[in-house]
């Protein structure tokens, strides 16, 4: 198989997951050729594929037209999303993008995303279908969801994602101070019971074009820094994994979604669903899951994918560098286009 896709917003850590995973296909049976893109010539991503380009920021109005353009000049045949801020953006243009250049969006349907990106209408969507998950509330209930649940409570923005304007309030005046403050930013906040635990579990599960079966699913239990796993543990967790299999048929998703959950005794709570790949995509990889990969294949060449298994490991991560000699970072800046070999990670770790 040799295929060309893009991969947007290649500066960002979910971003780099993708460009790994498909770089470790790539040392199996497939072979990718692998076009960047980003906003920024700073993007480490840029100078790690076969070539790059500068785009407009998402909110530019020539942004669609940028990746419309890219697509067409390599013979792009798949995009993948690197950026939450994107994702509306190219779900909302996905009609023209795939009808002027071929090229298949794999994202999901606007409506399945709209419900997962809106962590209210998440809440209300679990209701609904059964799904036991953390309870919720607008900011005008807040104080008696305070005098139901009592303190501590998350405060945190409805489209946010990572740790952003992410606040564990211990009374009235600090849930107060953290809805002001995310207001303040330009979010929206939502009220949620605090699960209390160190288990939390990150499951990534792949449903086929069709939105008839799952693919692949595998879990992780997580440990956080600053928003981001840092540290994890690949393993069955088979109640996890089912818990999130039922949440991704019955929203209705295509191709990636990943599911975050905390137990209360045995029991898997959902807080928060992200129709994207994750960025724990490359240790999924790692394991035997390869998330992009099994999208690509299903979502563009009509393959019926199923993984079944996958190893369990330990994942701990770490800083690494990319460098670039400062005339190619010049050059990359003045151009927008982007020479990829002369950028290099040494092999000293």
């Known amino acids: 198989m040799n295929a060309r896709v893009l991969v947007t917003a290649a500066g960002s850590i979910v971003a780099q997951g993708i460009i790994k995973s498909l770089k470790l296909a790539n040392k199996k049976s497939s072979s990718y050729t692998i076009i960047a893109a980003d906003m920024s010539p700073l993007a480490a991503g840029l100078y790690r594929c076969d070539s790059g380009v500068l785009v407009p920021p998402v909110s530019s109005p020539d942004y669609i037209d940028s990746i419309i353009k890219i697509c067409k000049n390599n013979k792009v045949q798949a995009i993948f999303c690197g950026s939450d801020d994107e994702l509306l953006t190219l779900a909302s243009a996905k009609e023209a993008i795939e009808s002027s250049t071929g090229a298949k969006l794999l994202t999901g349907s606007p409506d399945a995303l709209a419900i997962a990106r809106d962590k209210w209408r998440t809440y209300e969507f679990c209701k609904a279908n059964n799904l036991l998950c953390?309870?919720?509330?607008?900011?005008?209930?807040?104080?008696?969801?305070?005098?139901?649940?009592?303190?501590?409570?998350?405060?945190?923005?409805?489209?946010?994602?990572?740790?952003?304007?992410?606040?564990?309030?211990?009374?009235?005046?600090?849930?107060?101070?953290?809805?002001?403050?995310?207001?303040?930013?330009?979010?929206?906040?939502?009220?949620?019971?605090?699960?209390?635990?160190?288990?939390?579990?990150?499951?990534?599960?792949?449903?086929?074009?069709?939105?008839?079966?799952?693919?692949?699913?595998?879990?992780?239990?997580?440990?956080?820094?600053?928003?981001?796993?840092?540290?994890?543990?690949?393993?069955?967790?088979?109640?996890?994994?089912?818990?999130?299999?039922?949440?991704?048929?019955?929203?209705?998703?295509?191709?990636?979604?990943?599911?975050?959950?905390?137990?209360?005794g045995d029991i898997p709570v959902i807080f928060e669903i992200n129709p994207r790949f994750s960025a724990t995509c490359p240790m999924r990889a790692a394991a035997g899951v390869n998330e992009p990969d099994v999208v690509f294949r299903n979502a563009v060449l009509g393959e019926e994918v199923k993984v079944d298994g996958y190893e369990r490991l330990v994942c701990m991560r770490y800083w690494n560098e990319v460098y670039v000699p400062y005339s190619l970072y010049e050059k990359t800046s003045s151009s927008g286009c982007v020479h990829t070999d002369g950028s290099f990670v040494p092999d000293y770790f």
């Open 134 to 264: 953390a309870p919720s509330a607008l900011p005008e209930d807040r104080d008696g969801f305070a005098r139901e649940f009592g303190f501590p409570l998350v405060v945190k923005p409805r489209e946010g994602y990572g740790s952003l304007h992410f606040y564990v309030t211990k009374n009235k005046e600090e849930m107060d101070k953290a809805i002001l403050v995310i207001e303040q930013a330009g979010w929206r906040a939502i009220v949620q019971k605090y699960l209390a635990g160190d288990a939390e579990f990150t499951t990534g599960v792949t449903i086929d074009k069709n939105c008839r079966y799952t693919m692949s699913s595998i879990s992780i239990r997580k440990i956080i820094k600053h928003g981001q796993t840092y540290k994890a543990f690949i393993d069955n967790f088979h109640g996890i994994r089912k818990s999130a299999e039922e949440v991704a048929l019955k929203l209705g998703a295509s191709g990636p979604v990943n599911v975050q959950a905390k137990l209360e």
